[in-house]
């Protein structure tokens, strides 16, 4: 399977003053975990990494660090996640005919769950790990006044990785462009589209680190991991 990276964000919410997945986390970079991940799940066979110029050489110097036994290939990230998994597709080896997406920030994903999504998409055209949500959602109007509840056993929390058949998501993005849709995944392009999107049960500890206490979370989380 090929495996997209999206790894070219700043990291605003996390307040730092570089690329958060440059930042340390029990003893590796975020960014390190990610690849760790990727490097274990026995279906992955390819890896592009999407990013920014400024951040490429100390991502490559880590990616090498790592001993990886995988081909990995960087491409230039994009101003938003969407035209940096845009630039990504269009660097697809032609041979690739599935790709699996997975945030760079989402350092915590099993190889498992990598390999359980990659077995799930020979069966449909597009997917991705999700959880049921566990709280009570209420949507709000613009006077923050709450205009439904929604019915949760419909709810569940997107994560990546997410899987498609590639040419169908190269033609989503590309009428994400034309029709000028902002998305904060590949799945609402899918969606836009009128292409079904399957669930694949997620992981409830597979967190996007967004903020500082996403950072004290998965901290926690890695440290019961280890032996
Ligand atoms: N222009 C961008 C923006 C984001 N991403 C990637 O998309 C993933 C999910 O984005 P998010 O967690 O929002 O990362 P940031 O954009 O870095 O964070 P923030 O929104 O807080 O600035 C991350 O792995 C991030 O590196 C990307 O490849 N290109
Ligand atoms: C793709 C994603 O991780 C699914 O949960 C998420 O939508 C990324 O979006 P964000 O707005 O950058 O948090």
């Known amino acids: 399977m090929y495996l997209l990276i999206p790894a070219a964000g700043s990291g605003k919410r996390m307040g730092a003053d570089r690329n958060k997945l440059l930042i340390d986390l029990a003893g590796e970079t975020i960014f390190a975990w990610t690849l760790k991940a990727a490097q274990a799940s026995p279906s992955i066979a390819w890896i592009g990494i999407m990013c920014q110029p400024i951040d490429r050489p100390d991502f490559e110097a880590i990616a090498q660090g790592l001993h990886l036994t995988k081909p990995v290939v ?62 009570t959602i209420k949507q709000v109007d613009a006077n923050q006044i709450v205009s439904n509840t929604p019915d949760r056993a419909t709810l569940w929390a997107a994560q990546t990785p997410q899987g498609f058949e ?43 680190v967004t903020t500082p206490q996403d950072l004290a979370i998965a901290e926690f989380i890695l440290r019961q991991r280890q032996p």
């Not at 938003?80 to 790709?99: H, I, K, M």
């Not at 033609?171 to 969606?191: I, K, Y």
């Open 166 to 208: 590639v040419a169908a998501l190269k033609s989503c993005h590309d009428r994400g462009l034309t029709e000028q849709w902002e998305v904060t995944d590949d799945a609402a392009l899918f969606e836009r589209c009128g292409l079904p999107v399957k669930i694949v049960m997620g992981e409830e500890t597979n967190l996007k």
């Open 74 to 135: 960087f491409i230039q990230g994009g101003d938003t996640r969407q035209a940096s998994v845009y630039n990504g597709l269009q660097a697809l080896p032609p041979e690739a005919d599935r790709v699996l997406i997975h945030d760079g920030a989402r350092c915590l994903a099993t190889p498992e769950l990598f390999d359980r999504c990659t077995a799930e998409l020979a069966t449909c055209p597009g997917l991705i790990a999700a959880i049921p949500v566990k709280d």
